[in-house]
């Protein structure tokens, strides 16, 4: 009876395991290969220019103020997509620390003056760092180099002045030879002086600021004229570069009856130099002219009408 159990529950075993393995080759053989899920097309991202410090107005952009961060190519709008774009030109407002910078929040220094307008974008420091405003001034051609002056120039700015000694003793009238004539009275005589002024100063534009922006075709016809090539401007009426202290010297000088020229100086020439103030007495001593005698009781006469 034993023996008879033993082998019914070593046979049941058998059954069962037997069973089991039937079952599992038929689910694995019988289940498919599962959907592949739909492939996600990663969004495309571009580098836009972000602030990386505090970017005040009115202020040149280094290399070191901004950088890049991707963001996607979907809410890309009006930003820059390069530092290169934004470097070396100026902050038309204040740029915040974090902001992505905005193509009508840069300015071209260049295009500023030769559009002719938004003056104050582009005012910057002299070579030692000092302030400096802009100044109109008026000339002349013939005092204004024959119009050679054009934006970005540096001129050096000459003054002269006649002087009266106003303590002068002056010799009687004097009666003339001839019956009739009018009795000649003494007038103090003049003695002209002449100075370099001011030095390397810095023309900010020739010309009007604030110049009329082209009338736009209507899309669909065509200009009349094609734009003609860029020539010089020829004005006379300056705007310099100066400190606040000069601003008040340039203008002492004109409304204090000096005569005023400008003279232009080479590209690269801003070495300052020294001169000595020029009168009748330093043009008679240094070319060695012959004066008559007594001399202090002649002075020159101009020639021009």
Request: aromatic fraction near 4%.
């Amino acid at each position: 009876m034993r023996r008879g159990s033993t082998i019914l529950i070593i046979v049941g075993v058998l059954l069962a395991l037997t069973t089991a393995a039937i079952a599992y080759v038929v689910l694995v053989r019988g289940a498919g290969p599962e959907p592949p899920s739909p492939a996600t097309t990663p969004e495309a991202k571009v580098a836009v220019v972000i602030a990386l410090q505090h970017i005040p107005a009115y202020s040149d952009i280094t290399a070191d103020a901004v950088g890049t961060q991707e963001i996607a190519e979907s809410k890309l709008t009006n930003h820059l997509l390069a530092p290169e774009a934004v470097v070396g030109r100026r902050a038309a407002r204040t740029i915040l620390r974090g902001s992505f910078i905005m193509s009508d929040w840069i300015v071209d220094p260049q295009t500023v003056v030769q559009e002719g307008k938004n003056a104050s974008l582009s005012i910057t420091v002299d070579r030692e760092g000092r302030s400096r405003v802009a100044m109109a001034f008026e000339t002349t051609e013939l005092r204004g180099v024959a119009g050679a002056i054009q934006h970005g120039d540096f001129v050096d700015i000459l003054i002269s002045y006649r002087l009266i000694d106003t303590e002068q003793e002056l010799p009687e009238a004097v009666v003339p030879a001839v019956e009739g004539c009018p009795v000649l009275c003494p007038e103090p005589s003049e003695n002209l002086v002449a100075q370099l002024l001011l030095q390397d100063v810095e023309v900010y534009r020739v010309g009007p600021w604030l110049m009329p922006t082209p009338t736009p075709v209507p899309e669909g016809e065509e200009a009349e004229e094609e734009p003609e090539e860029a020539q010089p401007i020829r004005s006379k009426t300056l705007t310099l570069l100066l400190t606040q202290q000069n601003a008040l010297v340039l203008k002492f000088a004109r409304e204090s009856g000096a005569s005023i020229d400008l003279v232009l100086r080479a590209r690269d020439d801003h070495d300052a130099v020294r001169t000595e103030t020029v009168s009748l007495q330093y043009v008679m001593t240094r070319f060695d002219i012959t004066v008559p005698p007594e001399p202090l009781r002649y002075i020159p006469v101009s020639m021009s009408e």
